[in-house]
C-alpha cells in the first residue's frame, strides 16, 4: 500500500516557467516531509523540506506548499531551468517513527529549452 | 569530504547465484538505510540500522535478503539465491540521526 503518492510520472516544462510537482499522502501521522532530486546514475539529493507545522517553506526558486487537510503537498520551481531536468521524489517522516523516510515513486521533470 | 560509497557500480549475474552489495557511510554518520529503486514503487526501504544495531527490516522482501552492518563503516546487504524480480538499483544511504539522508550513487543489478 503507498502511503506516499505522485501520480504524475511525469512532466515537461518550458525553460523560464514555473513547473509544479504534486504528492499526496494517506496517513495523517506524518509530520515531516521532504523533496529529493536524482539524476540518471546518480543517487538522490536533497533540495527542500517542511515540517507540518508550517503550510510553506521557500529556498530560492524552490517552494513547497503543505495542504494538511488535504493531505496534499507540491513543490514549485520557478522559473525552471534545464539544469532541474531530474527525477523528483517526495518522502515522508511519521511522528515517533524515528529517521525513517517514506519515498514516492517519483515524478521525471523535463524542463525544455 | 567522501561521500557514500557503494560497490559495485554495476553487478550482473545469472539466477540463483549469491549476490552481495557493499556501503561505506558517511564518517560520523550512525544511520545506515538499505533502499531499492524499481518503476513501480519508487524508492522502497528495505532496513535500516542505528548505531549498527538494525532496527527496522520489515521492507526486506524475503528470507533471501539480509543485511549486516558489522561496524560503523561498512554494511552489506546479500541476496541468496538471487532471482530476475531483484533487478533494481539498490541505494544506500546514511545520515546523522536528522532527517536528511545521504544516497550513495547506487548499484545497478541485473539478473538473468
Known amino acids: 500500500d503507498q502511503q506516499v503518492k505522485q501520480n504524475s510520472p511525469s512532466l515537461s516544462v518550458q525553460e523560464g516557467r514555473i513547473s509544479i510537482l504534486n504528492c499526496d499522502y494517506t496517513?495523517?501521522?506524518?509530520?515531516?516531509f521532504l523533496w529529493y532530486k536524482k539524476y540518471p546514475a546518480e543517487g538522490p539529493t536533497f533540495l527542500i523540506s517542511?515540517?507540518?507545522?508550517?503550510d510553506k517553506n521557500e529556498d530560492g526558486r524552490f517552494t513547497v506548499f503543505l495542504n494538511k487537510s488535504a493531505k496534499h503537498l507540491s513543490l514549485h520551481i520557478v522559473p525552471s531551468q534545464p539544469g532541474d531536468s531530474a527525477v523528483y521524489f517526495c518522502?515522508?517522516?511519521?511522528?515517533?517513527?524515528?529517521?525513517?523516510?517514506?519515498f514516492g515513486t517519483g515524478t521525471q521533470l523535463k524542463v525544455e529549452l | 569530504d567522501a561521500g557514500v560509497i557503494q560497490s559495485p557500480r554495476h553487478e550482473v549475474t545469472e539466477m540463483g547465484q549469491e549476490v552481495t552489495l557493499r556501503c561505506k557511510p558517511i564518517s560520523g554518520h550512525n544511520s545506515l538505510f538499505w533502499y531499492r529503486q524499481t518503476m513501480m514503487r519508487g524508492l522502497e526501504l528495505l532496513i535500516y540500522f542505528n548505531n549498527n544495531v538494525p532496527i527496522d527490516d520489515s521492507g526486506m522482501p524475503e528470507d533471501r535478503f539480509s543485511a549486516k552492518m558489522p561496524n560503523a563503516s561498512f554494511s552489506t546487504l546479500k541476496i541468496q539465491p538471487s532471482e530476475p524480480r531483484d533487478s533494481a538499483v539498490y541505494f544506500c544511504?546514511?545520515?546523522?540521526?536528522?532527517?536528511?539522508?545521504?544516497f550513495g550513487p547506487g548499484t545497478r543489478l541485473t539478473v538473468t
Open positions: 518522502a515522508a517522516k511519521l511522528t515517533g517513527g524515528g529517521n525513517k523516510l517514506t
Open positions: 544511504a546514511s545520515s546523522t540521526g536528522g532527517y536528511q539522508q545521504y
Open positions: 496517513n495523517s501521522m506524518f509530520d515531516y
Open positions: 517542511i515540517s507540518s507545522i508550517k
